[in-house]
């Protein structure tokens, strides 16, 4: 009886593939098609970003030897040409590459002092490199540029993006203190005293940031 069912089941699954093989044979091609389609398209990925890399390579040693020659001049000439190179090349490249070269561009506009720029190119970093280290960095430094003009609850909410980014910055016992910093200038007390806080209780480690905050913390209680 099992051996007439199993024969059964054996031919049913022969009839099936004789009166299918038409439409098997098609959606095996497509799946074999998907995947070399796949693998070019990595390759293909993979050769460009390569490339990227290598010119963004290129362009961060012009920034070295421009850094170095001028003594952080960025208001030359040089510094006009690298700029618009390097702007260029950031907003066509995407990535890692792309990231470091908006990265360039703000660390050019902040050495001008131009900062509504060097806002927008930390940002544009930012977004860009989101998905790597590098965002958090240039959300400080975007909190850097709008404090520089004014904007202290801007740079507030960039500070809290950097240290809420699923990427941990280095500095993010700096980047609390500033909160609580920018919170004090504003005349918001309790904010500032809950921002100091929580420098004692994350990082209790960091005796420069708890000194830091406790003497802050000492002030205000004093007031």
């Excluded at 490249?93 to 470091?100: D, E, N």
Aim: net charge neutral; hydrophobic share 45%.
């Amino acid at each position: 009886m099992q051996n007439n069912e199993n024969q059964s089941a054996a031919e049913k699954i022969n009839n099936f593939i004789t009166n299918n093989r038409k439409a098997i044979f098609t959606v095996i091609c497509i799946i074999i098609a998907a995947f070399a389609v796949l693998i070019a398209y990595l390759a293909i990925n993979d050769s460009i970003n390569k490339k990227a890399i290598t010119a963004m390579d290129e362009l961060n040693g012009k920034f070295d030897d421009l850094t170095l020659d001028s003594e952080e001049d960025y208001n030359t000439p040089e510094a006009d040409a690298l700029l618009a190179e390097v702007k260029n090349f950031a907003e066509k490249t995407g990535g890692f590459a792309g990231t470091k070269a908006w990265s360039i561009v703000g660390q050019i506009y902040s050495g001008r002092k131009d900062w509504a720029n060097a806002q927008e190119a930390w940002l544009a970093a930012a977004k860009k490199g989101n998905k790597t280290y590098l965002a958090p960095i240039a959300l400080f430094n975007a909190a850097a540029a709008a404090e520089e003009q004014g904007n202290l609850k801007q740079a507030i909410e960039l500070l809290e993006k950097c240290l809420t980014h699923k990427f941990e910055f280095p500095m993010a016992p700096r980047a609390q203190f500033s909160v609580g910093r920018l919170h004090e200038t504003l005349g918001d007390k309790t904010a500032a005293v809950e921002a100091y806080r929580v420098i004692l209780i994350k990082w209790p480690q960091m005796p420069l940031w708890q000194n830091l905050a406790k003497s802050r913390l000492a002030v205000i209680e004093e007031k």
